[in-house]
Nanobody, 125 residues
Framework: VQLQASGGGLVQAGGSLRLSCAAS????????MGWFRQAPGKEREFLGA????????NYADAAKGRFTISRDNAKNTVYLQMSSLKPEDAAVYFC???????????????????WGQGTQVTVSS
């Protein structure tokens, strides 16, 4: 599975942005998916994940209440809707997929097998 995140850019604090993760190579309909971010000098941080069906999501504290993960399996795409953005949300955002046998992925980087290249999000104050 090849993943490509897009939709990043410059946004003012308090603004919103929707990131997309487009998959190619095979259908992601049987894959749970996760979103991470990495700021300069920091470790990659788990934001949240969604099950293959889209029926269940889980979020890290940093994302709860502001970020929403959704997916459209017909379009082979997963989304990360971000609102009320803060300067500390600035980072490179990645989508990732664990092995297809994973029903409910957790927040460990090691659980994920496939990674997209990332998209830069910059938040101005």
């Amino acid at each position: 599975v090849q993943l490509q995140a897009s939709g990043g850019g410059l946004v003012q604090a308090g603004g919103s942005l929707r990131l997309s993760c487009a998959a190619s190579g095979r259908s992601i309909g049987s894959y749970s998916m996760g979103w991470f971010r990495q700021a300069p000098g920091k470790e990659r941080e788990f934001l949240g994940a969604i099950t293959a069906s889209g029926m269940s999501t889980n979020y890290a504290d940093a994302a709860k209440g502001r970020f929403t993960i959704s997916r459209d399996n017909a379009k082979n795409t997963v989304y990360l809707q971000m609102s009320s953005l803060k300067p500390e949300d600035a980072a490179v955002y990645f989508c990732a997929a664990p092995p297809p046998s994973t029903v409910i992925p957790g927040g460990s980087v090691d659980e994920y097998m496939y990674w997209g290249q990332g998209t830069q999000v910059t938040v101005s104050s």
